[in-house]
């Protein structure tokens, strides 16, 4: 028998049994998203009794599991989140999360300074002859967290693709393994409406053949990256593959050919979409995925020309402070890699920074373009690091502009219904 195939059936074991390794002051992290380890993480509450106020590291959670979302487990969980989703934003109701700021391409290194979580749990797709498991869609942090563990237990999905780049991990550093075979979690295709349209054209304009992309998390990106349909040779250097890549690729739009690094190659750090996206990175050698740390790193993103970083806000206030993570104090997602890449495009040669929003929430009843950001809310891009801000109604060039050519210019793109009270706000705050 091969010697890799006799050590993977030698660390197998059940559930229960790699719980059984955790002690009470063990800290824990799990690789995230679509790899989330779903199995493991939905019985995490069974060792209740065992742990004290356990530390679980972990961000945009998949799952809602009881050690999380029920009150009675506040004493012996806590759940340490870098990037909120619904689960966590349910967790953090009942008191068990809360969450840990930091831009995206330095705060597990800055973690693992400070404290290195003990045990790794993370999702791999099967080994292959040569011994090695891919963490497939995701390398985040995935790679520095468990080259720090001490224990490093697995679940092993046939469901996973083969996705190439920085993604291996060997079975001699590898503790337990755990078996399971679950459909992957999907993120369904975002419906297109009017005014996404309208967005993703205004966008459009301000993207030339030729430049380097990066698409953010969220709805409108998605919308984005459909009006890009006539554009030729875009390159892909982004920190979340999702589905619109695909379609982009298909109608031949990304060719990576004016890249200045990593030339023809779709370079990402973690991917969420449908199984159409899973299917095409399975085995895809135009694929890298690579480290959150390289990946993301300003002065990784700024070494490609006409670097274009493209993500949404909650709320914008009229001198370009954006808040793109929580509503008022109340803690939303997360900083990600948006701060990451908008310092990596403004140091880019002929690079743009943009950040693209609705101009209203709330079925039309608020303003997303504010006199001042709400009470409690958190600026995620300094004003600094901001070149266009883009709604439906057009797009205000931030660039070498004064506090008050940026309050003129927000106001023309605010929704009609407060540009007047914008206005009187802005003079009430001597803003211009
Ligand atoms: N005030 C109050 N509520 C607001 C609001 C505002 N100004 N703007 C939006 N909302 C509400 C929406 O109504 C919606 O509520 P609902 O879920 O009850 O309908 C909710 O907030 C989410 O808004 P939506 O616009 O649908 O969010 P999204 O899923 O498109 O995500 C961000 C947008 C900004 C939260 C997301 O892009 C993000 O977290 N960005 C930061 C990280 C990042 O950009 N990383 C970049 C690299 S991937």
Redesign the pocket.
């Known amino acids: 028998m091969n010697k890799y195939i006799e050590a993977y059936n030698s660390k197998k074991v059940s559930i229960e049994e790699a719980l059984s390794v955790i002690r009470p002051d063990d800290e824990v992290i799990t690789s995230i998203g679509p790899l989330e380890p779903m199995e493991i993480m939905s019985r995490l509450h069974t060792i209740r009794d065992k742990v004290n106020k356990i530390k679980i590291w972990n961000g945009l959670n998949m799952g809602v599991y009881d050690f999380c979302s029920k009150s009675e487990m506040r004493d012996n969980y806590e759940l340490r989140s870098w990037f909120y989703s619904a689960p966590t934003r349910k967790a953090q109701g009942v008191g068990i999360a809360s969450y840990e700021p930091g831009n995206l391409h330095n705060i597990f290194i800055r973690k693992l300074q400070e404290k290195s979580p003990n045990i790794f749990i993370g999702t791999v797709a099967p080994m292959d002859k040569h011994g090695y498991f891919r963490f497939s869609l995701s390398v985040v942090y995935e790679k520095e967290c468990f080259e720090a563990a001490d224990i490093v237990i697995l679940e092993v999905n046939p469901n996973l693709p083969q996705v190439h780049g920085d993604t291996e991990i060997h079975i001699s550093d590898v503790d337990y393994i755990v078996e399971i075979d679950r459909p992957l979690p999907e993120l369904p295709k975002t419906k297109i409406s009017e005014v996404n349209k309208k967005i993703g054209e205004n966008v459009a304009s301000l993207v030339n053949d030729g430049d380097t992309i990066?698409l953010?998390?969220?709805?409108?990106p998605d919308a984005v990256a459909m009006s890009f349909m006539s554009k030729k040779d875009l390159g892909i250097h982004t920190?979340?593959i999702s589905n619109s890549i695909v379609d982009l690729v298909e109608a031949g739009v990304i060719t990576g050919k004016k890249k200045n690094i990593n030339k023809g190659k779709i370079v990402g750090t973690f991917a969420l979409g449908s199984k159409r996206l899973y299917d095409f990175m399975d085995n895809n050698p135009s694929i890298r995925l690579m480290r959150g740390s390289y990946v993301n790193d300003p002065y990784v993103i700024a070494q490609n020309d006409n670097m274009v970083s493209i993500?949404?806000?909650?709320?914008v206030d009229l001198t370009g402070q954006v808040c793109?993570?929580s509503?008022g104090s109340l803690h939303?997602?997360?900083?990600?890699?948006?701060n990451d890449?908008s310092e990596g495009a403004i140091h880019s040669k002929n690079g743009r920074s943009i950040i693209a929003l609705?101009s209203t929430?709330?079925k039309g009843t608020?303003s997303?373009i504010r006199p001042c950001l709400?009470q409690g809310a958190v600026v995620?891009l300094s004003r600094n690091n901001i070149d266009y801000i883009v709604t439906e109604y057009g797009i205000a060039n931030l660039k070498a502009k004064t506090v008050k050519e940026r309050v003129d210019s927000l106001i023309s793109i605010a929704h009609p219904n407060f540009r007047e009270e914008l206005e009187k706000e802005a003079i009430g705050l001597s803003l211009k």
């Open positions: 990066q953010g998390i969220g709805q409108i920190e979340m993500n949404t806000a909650l709320e793109s993570e509503i939303f997602s997360g900083t990600g890699g948006q890449f609705h929430a709330k608020i997303t709400s995620t």
